[in-house]
Nanobody, 120 residues
Framework: QVQVVESGGGLVQAGGSLRLSCAAS????????MRWYRQAPGNQRELVATITNGGSTNYADSVKGRFTISRDNAKNTGNLQMNSLKPEDTAVYYC??????????????WGQGTQVTVSS
């Protein structure tokens, strides 16, 4: 019913930038929250950034001042701009969305993830 696709990952040197994108499609009435998570090998998945339907944002302390989350409600898309990247930012990044489908059903979906590798 809902598809979530991330893109924009890749290999970048420390200090560089990447822009991740998240595109949602399907029978979506609304996206209430859009979140970016990441998971490095051997680590638990961690919440990186959140943006609400109203545009409020929240960031993990480790990325504050370097990452910016944004969304386009009309297009059901979102972005994570990552600047001043560090090797410790290396991980698979996942987009997670929740909200309401047409027909008043709540949903919570994940994308397949996109790899971000930061070399030192």
């Amino acid at each position: 019913q809902v598809q979530v696709v991330e893109s924009g990952g890749g290999l970048v040197q420390a200090g560089g930038s990447l822009r991740l994108s998240c595109a949602a499609s399907g029978s979506i009435f609304s996206i209430d929250n859009m979140r970016w998570y990441r998971q490095a090998p051997g680590n638990q998945r961690e919440l990186v950034a959140t943006i609400t339907n109203g545009g409020s944002t929240n960031y993990a302390d480790s990325v504050k001042g370097r990452f910016t989350i944004s969304r386009d409600n009309a297009k059901n898309t979102g972005n994570l701009q990552m600047n001043s990247l560090k090797p410790e930012d290396t991980a698979v990044y996942y987009c997670n969305i929740d909200g309401w489908l047409y027909g008043s059903s709540w949903y919570d979906y994940w994308g397949q993830g996109t790899q971000v590798t930061v070399s030192s």
